[in-house]
């Protein structure tokens, strides 16, 4: 990106110059002359700079937001733009760099991905208002906003597809910190400014980590005390938020309790549910930094969700493991909610990434969902309508808090307009009688919701505005002809002045009867009447000389002027101001509306964003193939044919094969079953073996994310489910480390597990793969075993266990609740082939040496580890026999064929030889070396 150039040569907006002496700065402190901290303007810098200490401050100087010292020379660094000086302070140049106003946006944007807070400092009086009060008076300037990862509002610096949250973490026992992740217990209030969606909940310190990741805040507040504890910092750092401390002192129930009312515009919450004291400490908090940040403008807050025990919980390293909304690149075209968003619109997308973070465990809601997709199912044409109406749908969600802020522009008005048109039609669409069918009881509620809007507002906009309104409220442009008469008469004087002054001209012939009269217009004058000399006579007599007055004799002309003349130009010169104030009273008039039917707005944009979730669903349904799943409050979990939905998607949009389908059953329905569907066992815990590459890891989490599809109230890759709901689910696949806490792999395998064995439940469905590689072979199938049979015997959780650890095996004939599978492969010249198809049974070997000849390690270590292989197994064979086969083992080189490049392998004579020093021994040293040199000699050749 090319840099602003050097400033000292940019020539400042006359705006700006107006600033009495501020233009003096301009001038002459560029020369190196001016000693600027006695200005006022510097003044007031300071001044203001004192006031923000821990943010960047834009000053607003004329077209351009300026920065000064030290923070001049982070922004210049962290945008890379030119870094240059204005005048001294103190006797030391000052470090200045800015940034246009109309690329504001775009250097904002990357300013608050580096973790930079802004202070935002305006020009609240017009430069010519401030000279009025002297030469020297400097334009009133004011922060207006502190611009935070956590309190964005422009689509510019927003993913339109993603939430923002700013959350407050609050803990009323801080002394209980040390223990955080067992017995603390913890309030969070989220909400993002941008839409106005709030959350509100408690939860254990344990719970904080995959909490965090679900709500993926911008930013989290949270007092000193809290910040310092190492659990807590890690949490926030493993969810990308950025960590702000706030004082403790606004984390009060009493203010946040009053403060939500007045948010909600209520005299009571319990309308909303039962809020506790921290959790209402919280809200305090996270609205009283908004109200800091937003200089006192109120944010637009929906209803606030509780989030309670009504969803399926999944830790930090479950959702990292299971890719539901971030790969492990920190990318999203690989995950799970890549894979199922159909949505024509962000504020779709945003619903369901929400949806499928929090997944329900309340069957009856489940259900309620999965009508509405069956129903959008059922009727496809119904669905393409909705689809093709939402299309155009703008962004209502985030265009109503930007006019509540007093932020919006004129498109965020035609949003609003355009929004209320779809709802309209997409209402209507809902109404028309479907084959004698009512709406499921979701979709009605919707379709009641998209009429919510007052009755006028939609008219009221639709006669105001353009087709398609400015991005700028300051230019204007966006109100239509025809809808103030005032405005259509200065437009009228603005545009035609021309014409109007043609009109005067035609009728002054008329008067005078002078035919070569001319309505002309200089700098000097401004508008006049021109007749040549000849003609002028006329015009100096009486009567005409009443209302045509001398102004000017020119050698060949005589020009002359008129009241109604004058008062034309007076009218025409502001005609401009006239027309752009006539439309700044329209706009204010249209956002006070808007602001007045916030709440009944706010319920139509929430409707059009399930609206997209639920027709995106049914679309991915019946372009994949998916199936109702059952869910209840059974134990069942019965999965037949089923897909991932990501790699499968994968395979088709490369053109490979086709997946391979799997069941998985890890309780029954109870139904009657084909024969081939009972040919896999039925146990709570499955142990899962087969080799590398065999599909064993896509196997395990793929019903893992059936599940959590489930549960969202989605449609499912499979034949049939079955799933009683999860209330916890846990998932333990791949390795990773975390050096840069201490922490190895096998530390932070062992940590994970030992998370999943303390919280899981009966009614939890576990994944894991390969516990205990991570150390000595006898250690590690020590702690599987016992993880195996903690599973089993006392968290009694649904799981699928897959391991190497052949031994772990005979734990299915020792306990009635586990079962063997394994993933089929076979064997074809020397080589094997993979099946991908899960089987009743356990592996009988690893084909670890297969594997690593398909990944292309050298024929010469190839040959080497088979033979090591059948040594060890031997060994195995003879193990009771006190025979570990090991010492037998023949070297390396008695493997290689003759047509092998040699490998020298040093024997202990060519070690010996290696560390001699000849001369430095004497005779009868040497000849004492050579005596054991011939003694090892000896010794190696009795060695097979």
């Known amino acids: 990106m090319a840099s602003l150039g050097a400033q000292d040569k940019r020539n400042p907006a006359p705006t700006d110059l107006a600033d009495g002496d501020e233009a003096a700065d301009v001038r002459v402190g560029m020369a190196g002359s001016s000693t600027i901290e006695t200005s006022p303007a510097m003044a007031q810098y ?54 246009p106003i109309h690329r504001a946006d775009e250097y904002l944007q990357r300013l608050i991905k580096q973790g930079y807070r802004v202070a935002v400092c305006e020009q609240l009086e017009d430069p010519a208002e401030a000279k009025k009060r002297g030469a020297k008076s400097v334009v009133k300037r004011d922060v207006v906003r502190l611009v935070t990862p956590g309190t964005l509002t422009e689509d510019a610096l927003l993913d339109a597809r993603s939430r923002n949250y ?111 004291r921290s959790e209402l400490a919280a809200t305090g908090a996270v609205l009283k930094y908004v109200d800091l940040t937003q200089k006192g403008a109120k944010p637009m807050v929906r209803p606030p969700r509780k989030a309670g025990d009504a969803r399926l919980f999944i830790d930090a390293a479950s959702r990292a493991s299971l890719e539901l909304v971030k790969a492990s690149s920190g990318e999203k075209s690989s995950t799970l909610l890549a894979a199922m968003d159909r949505t024509v619109t962000g504020a779709g997308s945003r619903e369901l990434q929400s949806r499928l973070a929090s997944p329900l465990t309340d069957a009856k809601a489940i259900e309620a969902r999965l009508d509405s997709v069956g129903y ?66 979701e979709l009605a509620n919707v379709r009641d919701r998209l009429g919510m809007a007052p009755d006028g507002l939609l008219d009221a906009l639709r006669a105001a505005l353009v087709d398609t309104p400015p991005l700028l409220r ?10 103030n008469a005032d405005l259509d008469a200065a437009r009228s004087l603005r545009d035609d002045s021309r014409k109007v002054m043609a009109e005067h001209e035609a009728r002054y012939i008329e008067e005078t009867g002078v035919k070569g009269l001319k309505v002309r217009h200089n700098n000097i004058l401004g508008f006049y009447i021109e007749v040549t000399q000849l003609n002028a006579k006329p015009l100096l007599s009486l009567p005409l000389s009443d209302k045509f007055r001398h102004r000017q004799t020119m050698a060949n002309a005589v020009r002359f002027s008129t009241v109604e003349l004058i008062e034309t130009e007076g009218l025409i010169a502001s005609a401009s101001e006239r027309a752009l104030s006539i439309e700044q009273d329209v706009f204010t008039d249209l956002a006070d509306q808007i602001a007045d039917a916030a709440a009944s707005l706010g319920g139509v944009a929430s409707a059009l964003a399930e609206l997209d979730v639920v027709a995106g669903l049914a679309e991915l349904a019946r372009e994949q193939d998916y199936v109702r799943p059952v869910v209840d409050q059974s134990v069942a979990f019965e999965i037949r044919g089923g897909r991932h939905p990501v790699v499968q998607q994968a395979l088709a949009r490369s053109g ?99 998370a999943i064995l303390n919280q899981a439940s009966a009614r939890s469905l576990v994944i894991l793969d390969e516990v205990g590689r991570g150390t000595a072979t006898f250690d590690g199938l020590s702690i599987a075993w016992a993880t195996v049979e903690y599973l089993h015997s006392v968290t009694g959780a649904r799981a699928l266990f897959a391991t190497h650890y052949h031994e772990l095996t005979a734990l299915a004939r020792r306990l009635d609740g586990i079962a063997n599978v394994t993933i089929d ?59 570990d086969g090991i010492d037998d083992l023949p070297l390396f080189s008695a493997t290689r064929p003759a047509s092998e490049p040699e490998v020298r392998v040093l024997t202990a004579v060519d070690k010996m030889l290696a560390a001699m020093h000849p001369d430095e021994l004497t005779p009868k040293a040497a000849l004492e070396k050579l005596y054991e040199l011939k003694a090892l000699a000896e010794t190696t050749k009795k060695t097979p």
């Open 46 to 99: 300071l001044e203001i700079k004192t006031a923000n200490p821990d943010s960047l401050l834009w000053y607003r100087m004329g077209d351009f937001y300026e920065l000064f010292f030290n923070d001049a020379v982070v922004a210049s660094e962290a945008l890379s733009i030119v870094l240059t000086k204005r005048g001294k302070h103190q006797g030391q140049d000052i470090p200045m760099c800015g940034v």
């Open 656 to 754: 490979g094969a086709a997946f391979i389908e799997n069941d998985c059953v890890l309780g029954r329905s109870g139904e009657e079953l084909a024969p081939e569907a009972a040919a896999l066992p039925d146990a709570r815990i499955w142990l899962v073996t087969g080799p590398n590459m065999a599909g064993k890891s896509t196997f395990l989490r793929q019903n893992a994310l059936i599940a959590v599809m489930a549960q969202m109230g989605s449609y499912v890759p499979a034949r049939s489910a079955h799933i009683g709901v999860v209330d916890r689910l846990f998932s333990r696949v791949g390795a990773s480390d975390d050096l840069a806490r201490g922490r190895s792999t096998f530390m932070v395998e062992m940590v994970e597990t030992a």
């Open 166 to 276: 700013l959350t407050a973490v609050y803990c009323e026992t801080p002394h209980e910190l040390g223990a955080m992740v067992g017995e603390a217990r913890l309030a969070l209030a989220s909400i993002d400014i941008s839409t106005g969606e709030f959350e509100i909940g408690e939860l254990s310190g344990l719970d904080l980590a995959g909490e965090l990741l679900r709500l993926a805040p911008g930013e989290v507040l949270a007092p000193d005390s809290l910040l310092a504890d190492s659990h807590f910092a890690r949490a926030i750092d493993y969810s990308g938020g950025k960590a702000t401390p706030i004082p403790s002192a606004y984390f009060d129930a009493k203010s946040g309790e009053r403060d939500l009312k007045v948010c909600l515009g209520v005299a009571d919450l319990a309308g909303f549910g039962q809020f506790s």
């Open 376 to 441: 959008l199912l059922d009727h496809s044409e119904l669905t393409n309508g909705l689809r093709t109406a939402l299309r155009a749908a703008p962004d209502l969600a985030r265009a109503l808090p930007r006019l509540g802020f007093g932020r919006g522009s004129p498109r965020d008005l035609g949003a609003v307009r355009d929004a209320l048109e779809v709802a309209a039609q997409a209402a209507t669409l809902l109404r028309a009688p479907r084959a004698g069918l009512g709406l499921p009881s």
């Open 474 to 483: 300051r230019d204007g442009g966006f109100v239509r002809d025809g809808f």
């Open 825 to 883: 492969v076979t064997e074809w010249q020397d080589t094997i082939v993979f099946l991908h198809k899960v089987k009743a049974g356990a592996a009988d070997r690893s084909y670890g040496i297969q594997v690593a000849k398909l990944a292309g390690l050298p024929p010469a270590v190839v040959r080497r580890a088979k033979e090591v292989l059948n040594r060890l197994e031997k060994a195995d064979r003879r193990a009771r026999s006190g025979d």
